[in-house]
């Protein structure tokens, strides 16, 4: 249910709910021709406005500046810490531990950014959380593309049943249980607020590590395009806050 609705008050649902109400008002409820060009006017509103760099740049806004706060409560990372990164989705079912070209996009900007920093840390270890996919899951791939940029594979964990941003707070609490080492929760800008709301309330204590970061293209006219990537943005971060409703109102009470 809750999938749904998300799916219906993401843009593009949006816009074909509201196409669909004008094809009832012009051919079932025969209304005036002014009021469906007032209807038709703000669909067409809408649907500009919502693919527009700068409809989505508003949004990831205050999320990426969340995340940069989180960030900042923390220093650098000190020696024998723990890069806990989230995965952000897969696609289909890989065919094996080495079909890192399954990732999604924000998966692979996770695990380079995370891998990038723990590199330089002396002793630290990249915990993978991802449970999607078949017999080889997102936390797989991850731990195969963190080798393949030259991280020890001893060094990795994975956890390999998290479904959610949720499930990842409460297997990381378990598999960590009884280690002092500092953690770094490693997730894209515009999922970090809602990630480190969880993992807080799961009773953990980490240090935020954002990566993959979004911005506005400059100038008015590119701001004011139309453009693909826009409307993923913006659906990406209604869905980050839709997300932070339900764990306030429902999740977390």
Not at 31 to 42: C, D, K, S, V, Y
Not at 48 to 63: D, G, H, I, K, N
Not at 178 to 207: E, I, K, W
Not at 240 to 246: A, P, Q
Request: proline share 6%; hydrophobic share 50%; net charge positive.
């Amino acid at each position: 249910m809750r999938i749904w609705f998300e799916t219906m008050v993401a843009p593009l649902g949006l816009l074909c709910c509201a196409l669909a109400l004008l094809v009832v008002m012009a051919w079932w409820l025969r209304i005036g021709r002014r009021a469906l060009a007032i209807a038709t006017t703000l669909v067409a509103v809408l649907a500009w406005f919502s693919t527009t760099p700068l409809a989505s740049e508003l949004l990831l806004r205050p999320l990426q500046a969340q995340a940069r706060r989180d960030a900042a409560r923390c220093g650098p990372p000190p020696r024998g810490s723990i890069f806990i990164v989230l995965a952000g989705g897969v696609d289909g079912v890989p065919t094996s531990a080495q079909d890192i070209a399954m990732l999604q996009l924000a998966s692979m900007r996770r695990v380079i950014g995370a891998t990038d920093a723990a590199l330089r840390v002396p002793d630290a270890t990249l915990l993978m959380s991802g449970g999607a996919g078949g017999r080889w899951r997102e936390a797989d791939l991850m731990a195969a593309l963190a080798q393949n940029l030259g991280f020890p594979a001893a060094r990795i964990r994975r956890d390999r049943d998290a479904r959610t941003t949720f499930q990842s707070a409460v297997d990381v609490k378990r598999m960590l249980a009884g280690n002092p080492a500092p953690r770094y929760l490693v997730t894209s800008a515009d999922h970090m607020p809602r990630a480190y709301m969880a993992f807080v309330h799961a009773g953990q204590s980490v240090c935020a590590l954002p990566v993959d970061f979004h911005s506005l293209p400059r100038g008015p006219f590119a701001a004011l395009t139309p453009h693909l990537y826009a409307l993923t943005h913006t659906t990406h971060a209604l869905h980050e806050y839709l997300g932070i409703v339900f764990y306030r109102l429902v999740k977390f009470e």
